[in-house]
């Protein structure tokens, strides 16, 4: 009996489930070591593109961000940020906020760890912190592969506009990390669409697959300009705000709109994953 009171005694909620501990088991996953190897060749892969198609300008009197891809590293990183932005960079956060917790139910180890005893709330916790964490790193890889392979190929050199002008690498350095925390920002909804349906369904795929289409079908009704002024409220009106940062004076408002909606539809979306996940019977 004393040393079930010592063990009791000691237990303290907030250690459970370090995020530590969580990080090495997310980070050994084949998923995760895939995803990352699919973001770090796409830039490659682009590089293969334009050596085989040739310089992507001179195809018209309206230059576009996508015919500067070759003016300088700086060029290229923005090109590869904007090519998958829309599509790409939704499948990690997707697939790592999404698989997190259904994985663990399609496993049967959720009932385990919540025996271990692993507050639900901090269970979900832990989880949401280190899926976050990893969509941000995957964001964040995919242009510095990109500067990096870019810069090796087409030189270092001042971020040149499509609409004229260019901007100093110090400077175009800074946009590039404005660019990418706001696609991150951006990319909240989708986070929290998929990690609100893994404490839904015991099918990861169920998960991961819903949060995209769904983000899919943002994207389709974005498309409709019939719904005019609608498509305000629509986190994919947003997506490409960022592009407002890579000119020689940025324009803010169209960032803080989209951030602003999309902070608000994910926080909602979390909210209702820790009140469903609280509520949930956990059988498996």
């Not at 005893?117 to 976050?132: E, G």
């Amino acid at each position: 009996m004393s040393t079930l009171t010592e063990v009791a005694s000691g237990y303290q909620a907030g250690r459970t489930l370090p995020l530590r501990v969580e990080l090495v088991r997310q980070l050994k996953r084949r998923r995760t070591l895939v995803m990352g190897a699919v973001l770090a060749v796409l830039p490659f892969v682009l590089l293969i593109a334009f050596a085989v198609g040739g310089d992507p300008g001179g195809r018209g009197d309206r230059v576009t961000l996508m015919d500067t891809a070759t003016a300088s590293g700086a060029n290229f990183a923005a090109v590869s940020l904007f090519v998958s932005a829309g599509f790409l960079l939704v499948i990690p956060v997707a697939l790592f906020c999404g698989d997190t917790v259904a994985s663990e139910a399609s496993w049967s180890s959720l009932r385990y760890l919540l025996a271990a005893p692993v507050p639900r709330a901090r269970l979900l916790w832990s989880k949401l912190v280190v899926a976050l964490g990893l969509s941000l790193a995957a964001m964040v890889l995919l242009p510095l592969v990109a500067l990096a392979a870019g810069t090796a190929a087409y030189g270092w050199g001042p971020l040149r506009i499509p609409t004229g002008g260019a901007l100093d690498t110090g400077t175009a350095a800074q946009r590039l990390l404005v660019a990418v925390a706001y696609i991150f920002v951006s990319q909240l909804v989708t986070a929290a669409l998929a990690f609100w349906l893994s404490t839904v369904t015991d099918a990861p795929l169920g998960a991961v697959g819903g949060a995209v289409g769904l983000t899919i079908v943002g994207n389709v009704l974005d498309a409709v300009t019939a719904l005019g002024h609608w498509r305000d409220f629509l986190p994919a009106h947003w997506q490409f705000a960022w592009a407002d940062a890579v000119q020689p004076t940025p324009e803010w408002s169209g960032m803080i709109q989209g951030a602003a909606l999309s902070v608000t539809y994910a926080l909602v979306l979390f909210a209702l994953a820790f009140r469903t996940f609280s509520r949930k019977d956990v059988v498996s």
